[in-house]
Every structure is written in C-alpha cells, then in structure tokens.
C-alpha cells in the first residue's frame, strides 16, 4: 500500500534561509507526487507535482524539489525563505492514475522568523 | 470561474442534530472529493464521486453519507452528528491530466476554502 511520511511536524528558519521540507513515499509503482501549500484558514493549493519528466520540478513562489527514487524521496526545497512562506505544507502520492486517490502525509507547519 | 466553492464556511450544531454541506464547481471536473482535516492527521478521504450519479467510499466513511446528482455539485450529510466530527472540511475536483509517455493518466485535484464544523 502506498504511503507518505512528512518527516517533522514543524520546521523554523530565518527569513533568507534555506527551506527544506521532507517527504519519503512507499509505493509499489512509479507514482504520481504532489507537493501542496495551506495557508492560514485557506484551502489547499498545488505547489507542485511530478509525474515522471523530469526529476527536478520547479512550482510557484521559489519551491521545487527533486524525485529520488533510490531514496524513495521528493523533498521540498526553497533557497531563501520569505515570511510570506509560513504555512503548512503537505506532500501526497497517487500511484494508481485515475483510479488512484490522493495519500496524504501528516503535514509541515513551516514558521520564518525576521 | 470561480473553481470550487463550499457552503457554509461555518458552522455549530449539537450532537444528534444533521446537517449537509455542499460543494460546487464549475470546471466541469468528473471526480469530486470529500476530506477531513484534523490536527496532526492531514487529510483522510471520507467520500468520493468518479461522475455524476456515482459515489465510492474513502478512507473514513462511517457517519456521513454523499450524493452527487449534478455533475457540478457534490454533498456531504451528517444524520447525527457526534463530537467526532468537529473538524475542517474540503472539497476537491479533478480531471483526468496526462496520459503520456506510456503512463496513465493522473488527477490533479483543485481544493475549496473548507468549512469549520464544530459539534458540541
């Protein structure tokens, strides 16, 4: 059965520090990833997905992160993160295509401090 | 365009009372989502819709029931609600995406705002 595990349930940096956010996955098959970004009180929103192009996948506002399959990895990284960036981020895998529905990891509270 | 919509955004009930919660789209998506989100859980799949006049169980169906007789509208209902159930809810919808270079197609699932239910 596929599953995701957010290692770290809150993470802090400094503004202008490097965000790193991890996400392992189990999964029989190739999968599907998604990384997505809940701001306070709002809905979720995709940050970024990869869908087996290219392994490094850039998303909105700075994010990307990298597919290793060695590692059974898709960790979320920022070069220099913004106050703006505080919000809860989630990682998923879908590893069936349509017939898949979205597993969810437990979810990162980011907070940046000034 | 709107997207995806809920109603209401809030709301209080006491135990055993019922209440539906509806969710609206207008991407003319086929596959509708129900989720709970509580703390230090995520989202856990209640419900799940892969078209019009279709419903499928998720991961966390006990207590609540789902219709989707329109296309573009989705509803959750609670007949009796419990103290478990205070929690965020969101909707979702997708559309098949992809379906190239010999993988399948995937969905890319575009969430509401949620709405807060309490239940006291």
């Known amino acids: 059965a596929q599953s995701v595990t957010q290692l770290g349930s809150h993470v802090s940096v400094s503004e202008g520090a490097l965000v790193l956010l991890r996400c392992n996955y189990s999964?029989?098959?190739?999968?599907?990833l998604f990384w997505y970004v809940q701001y306070p009180n709002q809905g979720l929103q995709l940050l970024l997905k990869y869908t087996s192009a290219a392994t490094l996948v850039k998303g909105i506002n700075g994010f990307e992160a990298e597919f290793k399959k060695s590692e059974t990895s898709f960790h979320l990284t920022k070069p220099s993160a913004h106050m703006s960036d505080a919000a809860e981020y989630f990682c998923?895998?879908?590893?069936?295509?349509?017939?898949?529905?979205?597993?969810f990891g437990k979810g990162t509270k980011l907070s940046v401090k000034p | 365009n709107a997207g995806v919509t809920q109603t209401p955004k809030f709301r209080v009930l006491k135990t055993g009372q019922s209440m539906t919660l509806l969710c609206a789209q207008d991407m003319n998506h086929e596959y509708m989502y129900w989720y709970r989100q509580d703390p230090g859980m995520g989202l856990r799949l209640i419900h799940y819709?892969?078209?019009?006049?279709?419903?499928a169980k998720g991961e966390v169906p006990d207590g609540y029931n789902v219709s989707r007789l329109k296309k573009q509208n989705f509803l959750l209902g609670l007949e009796s609600a419990a103290p478990s159930q205070t929690s965020v809810y969101f909707c979702?919808?997708?559309?098949?995406?992809?379906?190239?270079?010999?993988?399948?197609?995937?969905?890319?699932?575009?969430f509401g705002p949620g709405t807060r239910l309490t239940v006291l």
């Open positions: 819709s892969v078209g019009e006049g279709t419903t």
């Open positions: 979702a919808s997708s559309a098949e995406t992809g379906g190239t270079s010999g993988r399948p197609a995937y969905n890319e699932q575009f």
């Open positions: 998923a895998v879908s590893d069936k295509g349509l017939q898949g529905n979205l597993i």
């Open positions: 999964s029989s098959v190739p999968p599907y």
